[in-house]
């Protein structure tokens, strides 16, 4: 036996107050649905129990049994009201489920069992024999991602518990790996760079100033990812902005929900000259920088510095209507320059930066297509890592850039095809951290495909309604020179001789007398 209760609630852009019409359509059109789907599955099927318009949204109550489950017809519901209010220039913003009640009623694991599953994600009780999970706060997004689903999977005792196939495990679960490597360098590549001035700190945190050698292995690298990655699988090179407007920022949902503090704001000075009079004065007069005057001057923040580096590529297509047939496009990007993240946790040498550089790969198509793309990127990039740069990496089940840590570590995915897995990671071992049992290996390259996420916040539409997905895959260059050196050391003639080939000849970094 199995129960659902769910109680949400659907947002609107306008006061559904004012939409009574058009909700009571979309209501009268998803009970059609559900009574159909009684006739099919009887007593297990769904019932939309109550609903009402508050403010800007639409609140529910819907039950259910283990057929057309509660979340999936809040899903439906939201598709169907999009629909019927489309019209009258009113969008549905996000779904919010307060509160989702799951009653498993025999062949569970036991509350104990359940509890350490669902560590994070649900609240677990037992009472009379059913085990009751309770979640809270859910989105969109996790509906859609199936968490509900994989968790009522997980708690299910062993005979019951997973579809023929199917192999459930956490963000971070190594899928494959090469073969251990000797490293020259024990100790924080960062650390010996500086020491031979081929990095120098700048003042601000997480920043460096990269001088000739160093600049021309990170050149070095990013034409090798260029040269047999991105151009033999058809990529075109973009350029993409670095300040990402506030409109454009909205767009990026789960970024807001799970990481504001993960990116730079951008406040916009008014071109007034005289509104800087007392700043310009106090620095005329006492040489000290009033930053308490500039935040009277400063207006709210109207930007970000860009975070993820593929968001222009979104913008680029965003409410433009595209063709299957014209598809898939690929584009690479580096011009744009450096990306900013705000890290957590502290920065650590050229490994964890607020300032980096990336290579970023960004496609839109079918989704098998998308799928196809992002494979035989991974499977390319590691021909580099393991061949031309001689280097120990490992795959793993890489969490979406848009989930904090703790995020993540709530979730499980399938892992028994890497088809199923939508963000595969590459990583390489820093011997400085510890054993390569223990340590924390470097995520070097992301390579993810998103589903319909950004087409469906950036309304990217297909001519005849048909599926599209985009994917992009990030290399950091900065960390893939870290695990460089670490693996091949300083000295030049020790290097694999495709990078001597790129570099020719190591320029030397600049002498001063201190």
């Excluded at 006061?15 to 009268?28: C, F, R, T």
């Excluded at 760079?193 to 700048?202: D, F, H, I, S, V």
């Excluded at 490994?351 to 390319?380: A, H, Q, W």
């Excluded at 469906?456 to 870290?482: M, P, Q, V, Y």
Aim: proline share 5%; charged share 30%.
């Amino acid at each position: 036996m199995l129960k659902i209760r769910l109680l949400g609630r659907i947002e609107l852009s306008s006061d559904a107050d004012q939409l009574g019409g058009e909700i009571e359509d979309a209501v009268k059109a998803l009970r059609e649905v559900l009574e159909k789907a009684r006739e099919k599955y009887g007593e297990d099927a769904a019932e939309l129990v109550n609903y009402a318009p508050s403010g800007r949204a639409v609140k529910v109550e819907i039950e259910s049994g283990k057929n057309l489950r509660a979340h999936d017809v809040l899903l439906r519901f939201k598709n169907i009201l999009a629909q019927k209010i489309g019209p009258r220039k009113v969008g549905v913003r996000r779904i919010i489920v307060d509160e989702l009640e799951v009653r498993i009623g025999e062949g569970h694991v036991g509350e104990e069992k359940a509890a350490e599953l669902l560590r994070g994600v649900a609240e677990v009780s037992e009472e009379s024999g059913e085990l009751v999970l309770k979640f809270k706060g859910l989105t969109d997004r996790d509906l859609r991602n199936r968490v509900v689903d994989r968790a009522i999977k997980l708690v299910k005792s062993a005979e019951e518990a997973k579809p023929e196939g199917e192999k459930l495990a956490s963000f971070g679960s190594v899928l494959w790996k090469g073969s251990e490597k000797p490293f020259k360098l024990s100790t924080d590549v960062a650390v010996e760079a500086e020491k031979r001035n081929w990095l120098k700190r700048y003042p601000g945190r997480g920043q460096w100033i990269y001088t000739p050698p160093m600049a021309a292995l990170l050149r070095a690298l990013a034409q090798l990812i260029v040269e047999k990655v991105a151009k033999p699988l058809g990529f075109s090179e973009w350029a993409f902005p670095r300040l990402v407007p506030m409109d454009v920022f909205r767009k990026l949902t789960t970024y807001l929900e799970h990481l504001p503090d993960g990116v730079f704001y951008v406040c916009v000075p008014p071109r007034d000259p005289s509104a800087f009079a007392e700043f310009k004065r106090e620095y005329a007069l006492r040489r000290v920088v009033r930053t308490d005057l500039l935040k009277q001057v400063l207006g709210d923040p109207e930007y970000v510095m860009e975070a993820i580096q593929c968001t222009a590529f979104y913008q680029y297509f965003s409410g433009e209507i595209v063709r299957l047939e014209d598809l898939p496009v690929k584009a690479y990007e580096i011009q744009g320059g450096w990306t900013w993240r705000n890290e957590a946790g502290g920065v650590e040498g050229l490994v964890r930066t607020n300032e980096f550089l990336r290579l970023e790969m960004v496609y839109l198509g079918s989704p098998e297509e998308v799928t196809e793309i992002r494979n035989k990127i991974v499977d390319l990039t590691l021909e580099i890592i393991d061949k031309d740069l001689d280097m120990e990496w490992r795959v793993v089940a890489g969490a979406p850039f848009y989930l904090s840590p703790q995020e993540a570590s709530k979730r499980m995915i399938d892992i028994s095809h890497k088809n199923k897995v939508p963000t595969l990671d590459i990583e390489v071992y820093l011997p400085y951290r510890g054993s390569r049992e223990e340590a924390e290996w470097l995520e070097i390259t992301a390579a993810s495909y998103h589903r319909d996420f950004y087409v469906s916040n950036f309304k990217i539409k297909e001519a005849k309604g048909r599926d599209l997905w985009t994917g992009c895959t990030g290399h950091g260059i900065t960390r893939w020179a870290a695990g460089f050196l670490a693996r091949h050391g300083f000295d030049f003639d020790d290097w694999p001789k495709e990078v001597k080939r790129i570099i020719g000849e190591l320029p030397e970094p600049p002498k001063t007398v201190t």
